[in-house]
């Protein structure tokens, strides 16, 4: 096993696309539909990865992001929206990156391999 | 009002006048009270010095009596027929108990006194003024005629019992005058006006200084009088043709002045000393709150040259405004065409009224500062709809873009996906690959045309979040006070400078403040808590309104979503992306029937310059 991927996507659409694509990847693949979802799930499911979208119903992608990396400042998290402005504001937060959605999966899959091996590393280095 | 002030004369008898008692047995005035049949109810010491010396009383008698006219009748039946509280001028010879006769000259006012209906005359002795008629008809065809007429008209008109008694209905028009207008000048004006008006004081010429707190001088700013001795002359002339009332003075302003300038203006206007001890008289008037009289301003150490020089007048009563502790400038009135001494009358009447005349003009100052803080908040609103519209517009479009990519990226995601499972080269292949492409090219569009059309850039500077919090609630000031909302503020001392774009985090504060104001119909608290929480600092706006129900409180942020029957429901949509657009965020938590709290996340300046750079 890859890694454990947390998705956090309120479009069933896009959900389904992305489970598809990560899990032919050879990820395992957890999703939260909101905010609040994702909260509750991260403590059991342990994800070495979250991708977060930004716009989500109740609690935002970024107030979500900031309660999680409250709890685990390490936990690696990329932001992935259908919004193109905030894209250079919340790495300072704590996120490893920021993409806008695309058709073209394999930017998302790419950035998912390098914040996973970085981790990865960094257990290692430990 | 004034009257209220000149009580302390004596004990009995006495008339209530307005809100004011005036002893008038030992008043110098010589003022008579007649009924309504023309009995004499009542007389100032003045009036029996003048008519009837030696005598015990003149209670009781009739004022006709007193008529060296033939025509007496038709005096009683006018003063009769007085309309109420409107003072009118008679000039008529009465006989005195020395068996000579008087000319007088009388003003006559019908009041209420003690709700009996009453006559007050005051009378104007006119025989100094009439010895001098006849004495300038016996030097008639000499030379110096033209001479002698000029300063005969110049006594006629102030004859020194003139300026010593005041007439009691003119207390009362000047402070409804004063009362009527808020406008600087024509305070000023009317306090002039009032000074040397005939039927007021009937000083000369009469000057206006302020004090300019700022830089702190003393600087001269109005001035009323004749200019010459001609022009005092030419104005006495057709003043004793008019016998204008102070009402008639007063009305002249518009009609006399449509710019604005008095004729003495530029000639005080040349004064501006600074306000500091043994500076000069005008000067220590406003330091020591106190009226000061000049009889010989050339021999006075106490005037400087520069006032001597300007003012030419060798008497002169200077009199402090003084509103509250705060001496607001100083008004300064001669007699410098009339050639007659300043009375210790004068300049306590004169003082008397300028506490009635500084309140009047600390009202106008307050209100003329007011109208200039109402226009630049009218100017700042005007900006901040022009933004609001420009942040709608760039909000719409991003969320247009946002709407579409949605869609294309599923497209053209699974048009990937069915794409790889696909024989390559095969034509269900290349129909596929047109879909990806395709959806690519709308992606790239979107990209270019309508993701970077909202202006995102912001203008950062260092500012304090107090005064930007002070600031947008100073805007909304009128609709917090209607609508009964306390504002409380509780941010964290010391609290670092922020880098932000202050008219976009005002932007921020002014709807969210605007949405508490309007979720406490029946007034309410807007509390705001500012503490650090490292690497932000987090903003709570509380208001203690309805709150928002639980099935809504999701989607506020999201543009186009509102409960309310105008607007577009962008409000709070646009102060998110203006925060997003800060690297900062906003929350929010709401109570039904306890308030809504926002919680705002801005970064310290290390973390938006990051943000900037990038």
């Known amino acids: 096993m890859k890694g ?71 936990l690696p998290i990329i932001l992935n929206s259908a919004y193109a402005h905030y894209k250079s504001n919340f790495i300072s937060w704590g996120a490893q990156a920021y993409l806008i959605k695309t058709s073209d999966t394999s930017r998302l899959l790419e950035e998912v391999r390098r914040v996973l091996s970085a981790k990865h590393e960094k257990v290692i280095e430990k | 009002m004034i009257f209220g002030a000149i009580k302390q004369m004596a004990d009995t008898p006495t008339i209530s006048i307005a809100d004011g008692t005036w002893c008038l047995s030992t008043c110098d005035a010589p003022i008579l009270l007649l009924n309504l049949s023309g009995e004499i109810q009542d007389f100032s010491a003045g009036a029996r010095q003048l008519l009837a ?32 509280n409107i003072p009118h001028t008679f000039f008529c010879r009465f006989r005195v108990s020395s068996g000579g006769v008087l000319p007088l000259k009388v003003v006559a006012r019908r009041t209420d006194c003690l709700g009996q209906p009453t006559i007050i005359l005051t009378l104007f002795d006119r025989s100094v003024e009439e010895q001098l008629k006849k004495e300038v008809a016996r030097l008639k065809g000499e030379l110096k005629l033209v001479y002698q007429r000029v300063e005969q008209m110049v006594v006629e008109q102030a004859s020194p019992d003139e300026v010593s008694q005041f007439e009691i209905s003119v207390l009362h028009q000047i402070s409804q005058a004063l009362l009527s207008t808020i406008e600087l000048n024509k305070v000023l004006y009317i306090i002039l006006t009032c000074v040397t008006a005939h039927p007021a004081f009937g000083f000369s010429r009469a000057f206006l200084l302020l004090v300019d707190e700022e830089n702190q001088v003393l600087e001269g700013k109005m001035g009323v009088g004749p200019r010459n001795v001609e022009e005092a002359h030419r104005i006495w002339q057709e003043l004793s043709q008019a016998h204008w009332g102070l009402d008639e003075f007063l009305a002249q302003y518009d009609r006399l002045y449509p710019d604005g300038q008095l004729p003495l203006d530029s000639v005080i206007q040349r004064y501006r000393q600074p306000i500091r001890p043994n500076q000069d008289i005008l000067v220590d008037a406003v330091l020591t709150k106190q009226a000061l009289q000049v009889d010989d301003a050339v021999n006075d150490e106490r005037v400087s040259t520069e006032c001597l020089e300007i003012l030419a007048s060798n008497h002169f009563v200077v009199v402090p405004l003084v509103a509250g502790e705060r001496a607001l400038g100083v008004i300064v009135a001669d007699n410098l065409y009339k050639d007659q001494a300043v009375t210790p009358w004068d300049v306590r009447l004169l003082s008397l009224f300028a506490n009635h005349g500084a309140m009047a003009l600390h009202n106008a100052a307050t209100y003329a500062k007011l109208r200039q803080n109402i226009q630049q908040l009218r100017e700042i609103q005007e900006q901040l709809i022009q933004s609001e519209r420009l942040s709608a517009i760039g909000e719409m479009t991003a969320k247009v873009a946002h709407e579409i990519r949605n869609p294309l990226v599923t497209i053209g995601g699974f048009a990937r996906s069915i794409l790889k499972g696909l024989p390559a080269d095969s034509t269900m292949a290349r129909k596929c690959e047109i879909m990806v492409e395709e959806t690519l090219r709308l992606e790239e569009i979107l990209s270019s045309l309508l993701d970077f059309s909202r202006q995102s850039e912001l203008k950062l500077e260092y500012c304090n979040l107090d005064e930007l ?146």
């Open chain 2, 53 to 84: 010396p030696g005598e015990e009383s003149l209670r009781g008698r009739p004022v006709s009596h007193l008529y060296a006219h033939e025509y007496s009748s038709d005096f009683l039946e006018q003063i009769q027929n007085l309309a109420l």
């Open chain 1, 4 to 74: 454990r991927i947390l998705l956090v996507e309120d479009n069933e659409l896009q959900r389904q696309l992305y489970r598809e694509e990560l899990e032919q990847q050879g990820y395992e693949v957890e999703i939260a539909p909101d905010g609040d979802n994702a909260l509750a799930k991260v403590a059991a499911c342990k994800p070495d990865l979250i991708i977060l979208d930004v716009e989500l119903p109740n609690r935002d992608g970024i107030e979500t992001m900031r309660k999680l990396l409250e709890d685990q400042p390490d």
């Open chain 2, 469 to 614: 919090i002070g600031r947008s609630c100073s805007l909304l000031r009128d609709q917090l006070q209607q609508k009964k909302v306390r504002v409380v503020r509780d941010i964290q001392k010391p609290m670092p400078e922020l880098l932000l774009d202050t008219n976009k985090i005002q932007q921020v504060l002014l709807n969210l403040v605007k949405n508490a104001v309007e979720a406490m119909p029946e007034g309410g608290t807007i509390s705001f808590t500012a503490h650090l929480q490292g690497r932000f600092v987090s903003l709570k706006v509380s208001d203690t309104g309805e709150g928002i129900p639980s099935d809504i409180i999701g989607n506020i942020f999201n543009p186009f979503f509102t409960t309310k029957s105008e607007g577009f429901g962008l409000g709070l949509a646009i102060c998110r992306t203006f925060l997003y657009d800060h690297g900062g965020n906003v929350s929010v938590t709401s109570e039904v029937g306890k308030g809504t709290t926002f919680d705002i996340l801005l970064p310290l300046p290390s973390v938006s310059a990051d943000t900037a750079e990038k």
